[in-house]
């Protein structure tokens, strides 16, 4: 789709209150997602074409799938249709498509539940709307479980938190196995499981881009801050999205980390194979794929004999480590004495620590023990900064040892590190922050026109806080962020520069100072 | 005769509901929750998770943030029908509690807050077009079910006065098998009806809600996934399969 294909919805004045449009089915029916190719469903070991026979393998995983998955069931039984999630989803925010309410969504695989999973909606299934799984249907799930970037908004707001972006991953999987897969997220995920890194970079392309940007930072500030790769018996192995390599504004913050590290003089290295935070299973909800990218991690740690694992700035990245890597991979702390699985690698490492450990934890622990210190003058021509939550740090993880240190330690970084810090509107902040809209799988440029409309809740309150407290940047923790804000905020008239890596801010204002020794 | 079809019309309709309740409860608690998802942030602990688990059973609390309007008519409804099965129970014990005594008053006020909140919950289904849209013939059956029990509860208070020690007898006497003749009112015998009707069809509809939201993995799992390894059985197997 073209630049000039659509138009940004105009910035509402009133972030906190955003007008509910009133509902336009099949608005948003023509944002669709390529399919992926044979070649890139065959590397995931789904069907390359659609098999004749798709209606019972599709019946047949989600059925597998209900009874593997708790939350499936409960929520595609509990759901009253009471509407208080029907406003809370950015997608329906911005396109007014009725199947982009959570509830709207939901119920493509509720119906179909229904008719073929429970007794009322299999004797009368025109009562609870049961809804036969054809192909149209199987369709219309392809297009709008592809517009769910899994954020978890809605399941805030559910009075029995049910978390739309469970079913949305659900469905995924069963798209996967009739040979519907999602192009995007498919051909990334074979990348990792082949290279390591979604970017399909190799050993010596990583070699060369962080030589590179030594040689920046050398330049920069006139330390030797170093970024090293692959030293077998570094303390500390930061896993960190492929982004942080190469894109903007990623790769400022990736200088940041480094030059944390090199003040506070902790021995660091990046695995070349594990090069990789993000973990794009999560998105079509493979268990065993999110595994395999997990593992990836356990072995580089291994090998390279860490003490300590950290994760730099992303957001499903961070759920996937934080939430899922123990379970997955035994990376964390807790497992029982018996679990030799687990137990080889949470033994080797410092259990002073948690595992993983956010950038921010790790940041934060520095200043407060006054390893690192930051002057927020540096930052003093940035003006105004702002803090966009990430969702899946905000509602799927944690920081620190108590709930909501995932909220609260970014922003004690930030006010640590630019003069003016300013909060958006109320309710697009905390655990209600608005998605980017790129997140879940849909940073793919044939769904630009959703993705800006996606992005229409968080451009609004952006624009207001730019307004009323001249703030020029927008600090953020997620690539993914990163890239999508990147890319959309100019069709709101907001320059793309706006949006920043958290650490860079940090990387700024941290004092070097530290003698060689 | 008619004694004896609602004397066996409750019995089925208690046993399918008492039986379909466990049956979804069971199968709930044994389907696994591979990962830990709550919706954070999270209580760290069981006892918080119950915390939690507990304000959205009691007060709706997420219901609360989200929509004031639904929670206040959501809220008012359940209320309203708590106060009035609490008012019901001086059919099902002899003696009559005091605190049951003491509560009939408020139970009547309660049926009318019921049939109210009912009605706000009607037209808002009706009237606002996102929600007219996701819904389903059976949720205006729904409605209009527990409509009908309250309007034909309060009609048999205000018009049709029921022989009520009569109907305490037969209920009384289902519960010790000896079965008493029940009043032969049609409002009574409607409302009965009507009221097996809900028992009957409540597993196997959207009501399931409320058992639904004590497994909700959202809300009543303890944050702790970097403290403690928690692995479901299929997952497990998978791990060792692997090795
Ligand atoms: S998870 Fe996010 S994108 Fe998906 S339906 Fe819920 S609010 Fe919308
Ligand atoms: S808020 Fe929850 S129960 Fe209400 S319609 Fe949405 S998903 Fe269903």
Redesign the interface.
């Known amino acids: 789709m073209s630049q000039d294909a659509f138009d940004a919805p105009p910035l509402s004045q009133r972030p906190e209150g955003l007008e509910v449009p009133s509902a336009r089915p099949g608005r948003s029916a023509e944002s669709r997602s390529h399919r992926a190719g044979a070649e890139h469903q065959e590397a995931l070991g789904f069907p390359s074409d659609i098999p004749d026979d798709w209606q019972d393998r599709a019946l047949a995983r989600m059925e597998e799938l209900l009874a593997r998955n708790r939350s499936l069931r409960v929520y595609l039984d509990a759901c009253v249709h009471c509407g208080a999630c029907a406003d809370k989803c950015h997608f329906y925010l911005g396109t007014g498509d009725p199947r982009n309410m959570p509830v709207g969504r939901q119920d493509l695989m509720r119906d179909v539940y229904r008719r073929h999973f429970t007794p009322a909606g299999r004797s009368f299934p025109a009562l609870v709307r049961g809804r036969e799984l054809t192909w149209d249907v199987l369709e219309e799930w392809f297009t709008y479980f592809h517009q769910c970037t899994q954020c978890r908004r809605c399941s805030v707001f559910c009075p029995y938190g049910i978390d739309t972006a469970e079913i949305s991953m659900a469905a995924r999987e069963i798209l996967d196995a009739t040979g519907l897969g999602q192009k995007y997220t498919n051909e990334i995920i074979g990348k990792v499981h082949k290279v390591g890194n979604n970017l399909g970079l190799p050993k010596p392309a990583l070699e060369d881009t962080v030589e590179g940007l030594e040689e920046d930072l050398k330049d920069e500030t006139g330390h030797d801050i170093r970024i090293p790769v692959d030293e077998v018996g570094a303390d500390v192995l930061l896993i960190t999205p492929s982004a942080d390599f190469f894109a903007e504004p990623h790769v400022d913050g990736l200088m940041g980390y480094a030059k944390v590290f090199h003040q506070a003089g902790l021995s660091w290295t990046l695995s070349s194979y594990a090069s990789e935070a993000a973990n794009f299973a999560m998105f079509m909800g493979s268990y065993e794929h999110m595994k395999r990218i997990a593992e990836r991690i356990r072995k580089a740690a291994l090998d390279l004999e860490v003490k300590r694992i950290v994760v730099g700035e992303c957001g499903h990245a961070w759920r996937v480590a934080y939430s899922f890597w123990n379970t997955l991979a035994g990376i964390g702390q807790g497992a029982d004495a018996d679990d030799e699985y687990a137990r080889a690698l949470q033994d080797q490492l410092d259990r002073r620590y948690p595992v993983p450990q956010h950038i921010c934890e790790m940041t934060r622990d520095l200043v407060e023990r006054g390893a690192i210190e930051l002057d927020p003058e540096a930052n003093a021509h940035h003006g105004g900064v702002t803090f966009h939550d990430s969702c899946n740090v905000a509602r799927a993880s944690r920081m620190g040892g108590y709930a909501g240190g995932q909220l609260e330690i970014p922003r004690q970084l930030l006010r640590a590190s630019v003069p003016h810090f300013h909060e958006m509107a109320d309710g697009t902040t905390g655990d209600a922050t608005f998605c980017c809209g790129g997140g879940g799988g849909l940073l793919t440029d044939e769904v630009m026109e959703l993705r800006v409309r996606g992005a229409y809740p968080r451009a609004s309150a952006l624009g207001e806080v730019m307004e009323r407290q001249g703030v020029q940047k927008m600090a953020a923790i997620c690539a993914i962020c990163k890239t999508q804000f990147a890319k959309v905020l100019p069709y709101y008239g907001i320059p793309r520069e706006t949006v920043i890596s958290l650490h860079e801010l940090v990387g700024n204002a941290v004092r070097l100072d530290r003698t060689e020794a | 005769m008619l004694t004896a079809t609602y004397a066996v019309l409750f019995y089925l309709a208690a046993a399918v509901l008492v039986l379909g309740l466990v049956a ?1 409860a069971v ?2 608690a044994r ?7 709550p ?6 602990s069981r006892g ?1 998770a119950a915390v939690r688990v507990a304000g ?1 059973v009691a007060l ?1 609390t ?2 609360f ?3 004031k309007w ?1 929670w206040l008519f ?1 809220w008012l409804f359940h209320v309203a029908l708590l106060l009035v099965l609490l008012r019901h129970l001086r059919y099902f014990l002899e003696p009559i509690p005091q605190w049951v005594v003491w509560i009939q008053p408020f139970g009547v006020y309660a049926a009318y807050a019921l049939a109210g909140a009912l009605l706000a919950l009607w037209a ?2 009706l009237l ?4 007219r ?7 205006h ?1 729904a409605l209009a079910l527990l409509l009908a029990i309250g309007l034909t509860g309060l009609a048999i208070k205000h018009f049709q006065p029921t022989d009520i020690v009569a109907v305490k007898a037969f209920f009384l006497g289902l519960m010790r098998l000896d079965w008493q003749p029940l009043p032969a009112d049609p409002l009574l015998l409607t409302h009965l009806a009507l009221v097996a009707v809900l028992m009957a ?1 409540f597993p ?3 009501l ?2 409320a058992v ?2 004590l ?5 009543n799992q303890p ?1 702790n ?8 059985p ?2 497990a197997a ?2 060792r399969d692997q ?1």
């Open positions: 979804r199968r709930y389907t696994p929750a591979p990962l830990r998802v919706t954070t942030p999270a209580p760290t918080g959205e709706f997420s219901l943030r989200s929509n639904i959501g808002r289904r606002i077009d996102r929600i849209y996701i819904s389903t013939a059976s949720d059956l069809v196997f509809s959207k399931l809600h639904g939201v497994f909700s993995p959202s809300r944050d996934p970097r403290e403690r390894r928690h692995v479901a299929w997952a998978l791990e090795r």
